[in-house]
């Protein structure tokens, strides 16, 4: 282990001379403030305002766990609950060790032409863990000697049509979010952290969408198809959203929203052989409620809610304040013979309240505290009703990711490439409900250069699995990074979770074993990983 990570400084380090060495003529004439995207001392590009534009994410990490799949199955891509049916699971006699990388590149095509009015953006994932496979099938693979294997993903290839000014019109793959902030506009963790957080909505989808973003209003209408079966049958799976925000004051600003599925897949198509919606193999994997009913079946599902958010971007004072609160509500018929017959009403609440206070010089000087609540339901559909939460989870592999709680192990971190595996991966926690939250605490010892930060997260169940308890469990958590550029860090993280009662349990009535089906109490698991980061534009 000590030669692998040798070798990843020596790579990294040797890459960063290179890079401060092209730039150091610009760096000696930039201040402190040239870390802010928004300052006015940021170096100016007059290569941007040309028709072709090239921005790019680049990661690569190297990290240390005690988690793994029992499957070789999934050795190049994990997904999912951890101890759920992708066969992830923790051990105390075998260590994780490996190197990830991922580049995400956007290409915007902005023709003078049309004066503005016509925006083309591509942008793709190059994913691989190193040394994997080379040739044959299956995605994410591909950095082996000799390489060449496909591991080019599609994410977003769309048009922005902008007719009128605040007015934009999208259509064709793009983002999926649950903010009312335009995806193309804003930055991530502003998105993360307003709205419903990417908690019920958070990936790509196929459709067309139209926003009005005003000084005052910002209004968003959207239809996207989830999943074409046949293309002359009754069998497609599809989203309709209305979002709408309204700016109270300079701080303050207030939202509605109204979500509506109209499932009907007839249990076909969905993410490989797992199928897709509220029956399928796939939610089960994601950590979803799964409806112990035939895979035919009908379903429609509305969602309810409301968002506050007090200045989101943490620059007007030092208090910071978001929250929402949101109801799914619905039926289910499911095939009886040659007819449909009710299955289940669906009625489930969700809530979320996030604080933070900013005490120092910088953004990254600040305490937070976040809390989440979501019904459960103990019986599952048993009396014909479910009472908790439902999320894109069910459709999509993740359709959701709620990652601005500053979890890692309890909860989902943003930190990853191939390796997605949180202990609650949906907020429904497999339907059983959740009560939890983190605290935070930031502060940046150089500012805008060297940050530290720490925190915790705890959560209990809001129904006991059979034979368990209510508790999920207790993280602790912390990271070091240093900026050592323009958007261009370089971290060490680390987290350790304490598994709680929950985990006693071998119940599987909602269609996934709390733990993996072992006949014992699962290993704490825990994980440390060193990252380069680079944002660039």
Same mark, same amino acid.
């Given at each position: 282990?000590?030669?692998?990570?040798?070798?990843?400084?020596?790579?990294?380090?040797?890459?960063?001379?290179?890079?401060?060495?092209?730039?150091?003529?610009?760096?000696?004439?930039?201040?402190?403030?040239?870390?802010?995207?928004?300052?006015?001392?940021?170096?100016?590009?007059?290569?941007?305002?040309?028709?072709?534009?090239?921005?790019?994410?680049?990661?690569? =990490?190297?990290?240390?766990?005690?988690? %793994?799949?029992?499957?070789?199955?999934?050795?190049?891509?994990?997904?999912?609950?951890?101890?759920?049916?992708?066969?992830?699971?923790?051990?105390?006699?075998?260590?994780?060790?490996?190197?990830?990388?991922?580049?995400?590149?956007?290409?915007?095509?902005?023709?003078?032409?049309?004066?503005?009015?016509?925006?083309?953006?591509?942008?793709?994932?190059?994913?691989?863990?190193?040394?994997?496979?080379?040739?044959?099938?299956?995605?994410?693979?591909?950095?082996?000697?000799?390489?060449?294997?496909?591991?080019?993903?599609?994410?977003?290839?769309?048009?922005?049509?902008?007719?009128?000014?605040?007015?934009?019109?999208?259509?064709?793959?793009?983002?999926?979010?649950?903010?009312?902030?335009?995806?193309?506009?804003?930055?991530?963790?502003?998105?993360?952290?307003?709205?419903?957080?990417?908690?019920?909505?958070?990936?790509?989808?196929?459709?067309?969408?139209?926003?009005?973003?005003?000084?005052?209003?910002?209004?968003?209408?959207?239809?996207?198809?989830?999943?074409?079966?046949?293309?002359?049958?009754?069998?497609?799976?599809?989203?309709?959203?209305?979002?709408?925000?309204?700016?109270?004051?300079?701080?303050?600003?207030?939202?509605?929203?109204?979500?509506?599925?109209?499932?009907?897949?007839?249990? =076909?198509?969905?993410?490989?052989?797992?199928?897709?919606?509220?029956?399928?193999?796939?939610?089960?994997?994601?950590? @979803?409620?799964?409806?112990?009913?035939?895979?035919?079946?009908?379903?429609?599902?509305?969602?309810?809610?409301?968002?506050?958010?007090? &200045?989101?971007?943490?620059?007007?004072?030092?208090?910071?304040?978001?929250?929402?609160?949101?109801?799914?509500?619905?039926?289910?018929?499911?095939?009886?013979?040659?007819?449909?017959?009710?299955?289940?009403?669906?009625?489930?609440?969700?809530?979320?309240?996030?604080?933070?206070?900013?005490?120092?010089?910088?953004?990254?000087?600040?305490?937070?505290?976040?809390?989440?609540?979501?019904?459960?339901?103990?019986?599952?559909?048993?009396?014909?009703?479910?009472?908790?939460?439902?999320?894109?989870?069910?459709?999509?592999?993740?359709?959701?990711?709620?990652?601005?709680?500053?979890? %890692?192990?309890?909860?989902?971190?943003?930190?990853?490439?191939?390796?997605?595996?949180?202990?609650?991966?949906?907020?429904? &926690?497999?339907?059983?409900?959740?009560?939890?939250?983190?605290?935070?605490?930031?502060?940046?010892?150089?500012?805008?250069?060297?940050?530290?930060?720490?925190?915790?997260?705890?959560?209990?169940?809001?129904?006991?699995?059979?034979?368990?308890?209510?508790?999920?469990?207790?993280?602790?958590?912390?990271?070091?990074?240093?900026?050592?550029?323009?958007?261009?860090?370089?971290?060490?993280?680390?987290?350790?979770?304490?598994?709680?009662?929950?985990?006693? @349990?071998?119940?599987?009535?909602?269609?996934?074993?709390?733990?993996?089906?072992?006949?014992?109490?699962?290993?704490?698991?825990?994980?440390?990983?060193?990252?380069?980061?680079?944002?660039?534009?």
């Amino acid at each position: 282990m000590n030669k692998i990570f040798t070798l990843f400084l020596v790579i990294l380090f040797s890459n960063i001379q290179l890079i401060l060495a092209q730039t150091s003529s610009e760096n000696q004439t930039m201040n402190t403030n040239k870390f802010n995207l928004f300052s006015e001392d940021m170096p100016y590009n007059a290569k941007a305002n040309k028709e072709f534009q090239f921005l790019a994410f680049f990661i690569n =990490q190297s990290v240390h766990s005690n988690m %793994y799949p029992k499957a070789s199955l999934f050795n190049g891509q994990l997904v999912g609950r951890l101890f759920g049916p992708n066969s992830s699971s923790t051990t105390d006699s075998v260590k994780s060790n490996y190197f990830e990388q991922r580049i995400i590149p956007f290409f915007i095509y902005q023709p003078k032409l049309f004066n503005g009015k016509a925006i083309l953006r591509a942008s793709f994932e190059i994913d691989w863990t190193w040394g994997d496979q080379a040739y044959g099938l299956s995605g994410n693979k591909g950095a082996a000697i000799n390489a060449d294997q496909v591991n080019l993903q599609t994410q977003n290839i769309e048009l922005e049509l902008i007719p009128i000014k605040d007015v934009a019109i999208n259509l064709g793959l793009q983002r999926l979010y649950d903010t009312p902030y335009n995806p193309y506009r804003t930055m991530f963790d502003k998105m993360t952290n307003t709205g419903y957080r990417l908690a019920y909505w958070g990936t790509d989808a196929v459709g067309i969408s139209a926003r009005y973003d005003g000084d005052y209003q910002k209004l968003k209408a959207g239809f996207y198809l989830l999943y074409e079966n046949n293309t002359e049958g009754d069998d497609d799976v599809t989203l309709s959203e209305l979002v709408y925000q309204q700016k109270l004051s300079l701080k303050w600003s207030a939202g509605a929203s109204v979500y509506y599925v109209k499932d009907r897949g007839k249990g =076909q198509g969905g993410v490989s052989v797992f199928g897709q919606g509220l029956a399928s193999t796939l939610a089960a994997y994601n950590g @979803s409620f799964v409806f112990d009913m035939q895979k035919d079946y009908k379903a429609d599902i509305v969602w309810l809610g409301a968002t506050i958010s007090r &200045n989101p971007d943490f620059w007007i004072d030092p208090f910071q304040l978001t929250g929402f609160v949101n109801y799914n509500l619905g039926n289910v018929h499911s095939r009886v013979g040659d007819t449909y017959e009710k299955t289940a009403d669906i009625g489930g609440f969700a809530g979320n309240i996030r604080a933070a206070y900013r005490y120092g010089r910088t953004l990254n000087d600040y305490f937070s505290a976040d809390f989440i609540y979501a019904t459960g339901d103990p019986n599952g559909i048993d009396d014909k009703k479910y009472k908790g939460v439902i999320t894109g989870n069910s459709w999509g592999m993740p359709s959701n990711i709620f990652i601005g709680t500053g979890g %890692y192990l309890l909860f989902p971190h943003a930190n990853v490439v191939n390796r997605f595996t949180p202990v609650v991966a949906d907020i429904s &926690n497999m339907g059983y409900g959740l009560i939890g939250g983190t605290l935070n605490l930031a502060h940046d010892f150089i500012p805008n250069r060297l940050n530290a930060k720490t925190g915790t997260a705890m959560a209990i169940s809001q129904a006991k699995p059979q034979g368990g308890g209510w508790s999920l469990g207790t993280e602790l958590n912390g990271s070091v990074s240093y900026t050592i550029g323009p958007y261009m860090s370089v971290e060490m993280h680390g987290a350790y979770l304490w598994l709680g009662d929950f985990f006693d @349990s071998r119940d599987s009535s909602h269609g996934s074993s709390i733990n993996g089906n072992s006949e014992t109490r699962p290993i704490n698991p825990y994980t440390i990983f060193l990252v380069y980061k680079w944002l660039m534009f």
